[in-house]
């Protein structure tokens, strides 16, 4: 049984983002292992982004620098 653990900030994905996240998953296994898309296990975990860091920074202060015109 495969099992996929997808990690993404939770910065406003929808639900129709998420299953196709999980559907593409599930089909690349099929596609490239020939795996069982029923028995195929996807899941999405959102973090928040005061909880993730790139290049020893949080990226919520790094989306806020982005956003600030310079």
């Known amino acids: 049984m495969p099992y996929v ?3 993404i900030t939770n910065e406003q994905v929808t639900s129709e983002q998420k299953a ?4 593409g998953a ?7 292992l020939d795996k069982n898309p029923s028995t195929t296990l996807v899941v999405i975990d959102e973090v928040n982004t005061d909880n993730w860091g ?17």
Do not use: D, F, H
């Open 26 to 32: 599930t089909q690349l296994l099929v596609e490239v």
């Open 5 to 7: 653990n997808i990690k």
């Open 54 to 70: 790139i290049g020893g920074r949080v990226v919520t202060e790094l989306r806020a620098e982005a956003k600030t015109p310079p």
């Open 20 to 23: 196709r996240l999980i559907e």
